[in-house]
């Protein structure tokens, strides 16, 4: 199995999946697999796929599981946790079509149902993408070699880092091997993984908070205007300042920072970036603390976006006694064995609140031509938030 564990999948959507049932339970949505790179899928992909799909039904929480995410994840209702217990992935939730090398992967369901699939449909698609077309990747001494070189540079640049790369990596096996190196190398600047599996296997800190998803489903409930303002509430309600990094660019950073005042500012520990130019980002952080009067110094930035060591030193640098920051560092560390990585992502489309009918969602990234969602709704978007780009 290329998934052995419940556990195998990102903090933040669990951290989700708890808020959706206490304040959500009767939303439906629909998800879709975005094929970015436009990767050729091999004859018999969509076969072999549904057979690893039915594999995750089998998958449960173990009681040593139970009792990992009982004790750590303490911002967790016990309910939830129980919940949890009783949770199996239901396939015929996944719909998969293979048209020549062309794959389309949909999803719907309650969103407290489907919310799970994304991250370890995402890592089963890669990894038997690399396993069907006999992909050679560099043998393990050097993988863990540059992993180790990788970590000793953050050392270096006294920079905290996490591995956020469970979706896009090269296979389960060589994702253990990349966390196993980076707690042995990684001492003074490791602080923790996404994957809540390999939290539990190496005694580190799960590490998310929440995606996209949670302000595109607000949107689509609440409208385009008080979407980032009614989840950033919506948030605050659940988890009362735990998991306190506040996600940007939904809608681009600029509408965000129009909804983020001192309340939430305050209220918050900090932003991700996860998309467009970082220093940029940066600066225009950094004004809006300065607006609001907050010591930009008592806040955190978390860069998670196509980040390599070249690109976390420049923001290190220009960063220095502005912020506290981290990185979030996933495709570089988990699939770079020497091959391309696939270039996907699942997003919501659709959503579908309670007593109200079915509504497109979308997402306008702060790097241009990566907006996503249908052509309409994206112009009604921007011209709702009046975004000109």
């Known amino acids: 199995?290329?998934?052995?564990?419940?556990?195998?999948?990102?903090?933040?959507?669990?951290?989700?999946?708890?808020?959706?049932?206490?304040?959500?339970?009767?939303?439906?949505?629909?998800?879709?697999?975005f094929n970015r790179g436009k990767t050729e899928f091999p004859d018999g992909f969509a076969e072999e796929l549904r057979k690893h799909i039915y594999d995750l039904s089998k998958l449960k929480l173990t009681s040593n599981e139970k009792r990992f995410v009982r004790?750590?994840?303490?911002?967790?209702?016990?309910t939830y946790i129980d919940f949890l217990s009783g949770y199996r992935f239901d396939p015929s939730e996944v719909g998969i079509i293979q048209?020549?090398?062309n794959l389309e992967v949909s999803i719907e369901g309650y969103w407290y149902r489907t919310i799970l699939w994304e991250v370890p449909l995402m890592a089963i698609i890669s990894e038997l993408f690399f396993k069907m077309t006999k992909?050679?990747?560099?043998?393990?001494?050097?993988?863990?070699?540059?992993?180790?070189?990788?970590?000793?540079?953050?050392?270096?640049?006294?920079?905290?880092?996490?591995?956020?790369?469970?979706?896009?990596?090269?296979?389960?096996?060589n994702h253990d091997h990349v966390v196993k190196a980076l707690v042995n190398y990684g001492k003074k600047s490791f602080i923790g993984t996404s994957n809540v599996f390999f939290a539990m296997k190496y005694n580190i800190t799960p590490i998310g908070t929440h995606a996209h998803e949670?302000?595109?489903?607000?949107?689509?409930?609440?409208?385009?205007k008080m979407a980032n303002q009614l989840a950033l509430e919506n948030w605050v309600k659940v988890y009362k300042g735990d998991l306190g990094i506040a996600l940007s660019d939904t809608f681009t950073t600029d509408v965000f920072f129009k909804a983020f005042d001192?309340?939430?500012?305050?209220?918050?520990?900090?932003?991700?970036h996860d998309s467009g130019n970082a220093i940029e980002f940066v600066e225009k952080t950094y004004e809006h603390y300065q607006n609001l009067r907050i010591d930009p110094k008592s806040k955190s930035i978390v860069f998670s976006d196509s980040l390599n060591p070249a690109i976390v030193e420049e923001i290190a640098d220009k960063c220095r006694n502005k912020f506290n920051i981290s990185f979030g560092i996933g495709t570089n560390?988990?699939?770079?064995?020497?091959?391309?990585p696939l270039n996907i992502v699942v997003k919501m489309t659709e959503a579908k609140p309670e007593r109200q009918n079915w509504t497109p969602t979308v997402k306008l990234s702060d790097a241009q031509g990566k907006h996503t969602g249908a052509t309409g709704a994206i112009s009604l978007c921007k011209s709702v938030l009046n975004i000109d780009q």
């Open 333 to 340: 560390f988990t699939n770079d064995v020497g091959v391309k």
């Open 214 to 224: 949670w302000f595109m489903f607000h949107s689509a409930k609440f409208g385009y």
């Open 71 to 78: 004790e750590t994840c303490y911002y967790l209702d016990p």
């Open 262 to 272: 001192k309340k939430y500012a305050k209220l918050f520990d900090g932003v991700r």
């Open 135 to 173: 992909a050679k990747p560099h043998p393990l001494e050097k993988v863990v070699d540059v992993t180790r070189k990788k970590a000793v540079l953050y050392n270096n640049i006294a920079v905290k880092f996490a591995d956020f790369g469970t979706r896009r990596r090269f296979s389960l096996q």
């Open 1 to 33: 199995m290329m998934i052995e564990s419940f556990l195998d999948n990102d903090l933040y959507k669990f951290s989700m999946q708890s808020a959706v049932i206490k304040l959500f339970p009767h939303a439906k949505v629909r998800y879709r697999f």
């Open 99 to 101: 048209t020549g090398g």
